[in-house]
């Protein structure tokens, strides 16, 4: 625990509050309200979120804690362009869906949550071009 960097505690929590996000309202007028899981619009936009943040948030967990050790790449990606590639559509569906009428709390925390983790995985991605620091 003494070694998790500060991008890994950023995506374990942006994909532990995104996957929270999904069950609370993303839509709601007066007491009625829609969650994640009740809203469709072409297919399964909520499970889709759910699922990018338990991906992520539990993948990087599973990493920091359980001493999983998973291929350096995936499909010929590094983690964190997978991380990237992710909480952008994550970002998308949310973000998007923050303009439609009436969004609920749900949607506001799930597009923060997914800013924060390409946030860590540009900052990862960054980092590791940089390279270690030269003399001169």
Partial sequence: MDNLKTTQIMAMIGGAVLLLSTFLDWFSVGNFGE??????LWGLQGIFVALIGLAIGGGVA???FGGVTLPERIIGFTHDQLHLALALGAFLITFGRQFGDNPGI???LGWIASAVIIASAIMDMKAESAGPPTQF
């Fill in 62 to 64: 599973a990493q920091a």
């Fill in 35 to 40: 969650n994640g899981w009740d809203t469709s």
């Fill in 106 to 108: 749900g949607i506001l």
